[in-house]
Nanobody, 126 residues
Framework: QVQLVESGGGLVQAGGSLRLSCAAS????????MGWFRQASGKEREFVAA????????YYRDPVKGRFTISRDNAKNTVYLQMNSLKPEDTAVYYC???????????????????WGQGTQVTVSS
């Protein structure tokens, strides 16, 4: 079965950096678009970034453009989210998810993703 396991979250001061990883198993990883979402306490889950199946294109939510970078290593079945210049409003549980088969990076709705990890907490202190 498909498994997605996130890691790399933690507590960081504003302006700091974290790198999230999502290790995938049970799927032909290189054939699927992948996405990162986040959910702050009391709020709905929201799109953060996505990458197409080959890694050649990426798409970001406006507030994280220029600060976050999504990448993937298909040989390691892993997708990453490098987060720089973190702000307190980035505090949330971050989830990775499997997108469409041979999908592009343009899928921003949760409905386009069919498997989710358990999430990793990111807390940014001011």
């Amino acid at each position: 079965q498909v498994q997605l396991v996130e890691s790399g979250g933690g507590l960081v001061q504003a302006g700091g950096s974290l790198r999230l990883s999502c290790a995938a198993s049970g799927l032909t990883f290189s054939s699927y678009a992948m996405g990162w979402f986040r959910q702050a306490s009391g709020k709905e889950r929201e799109f953060v970034a996505a990458i197409n199946w080959s890694g050649s294109s990426q798409y970001y939510r406006d507030p994280v453009k220029g600060r976050f970078t999504i990448s993937r290593d298909n040989a390691k079945n892993t997708v990453y989210l490098q987060m720089n210049s973190l702000k307190p409003e980035d505090t949330a549980v971050y989830y990775c998810a499997r997108g469409p088969h041979y999908g592009g990076a343009i899928h921003v709705g949760t409905h386009a993703y069919d498997h989710w990890g358990q999430g990793t907490q990111v807390t940014v202190s001011s």
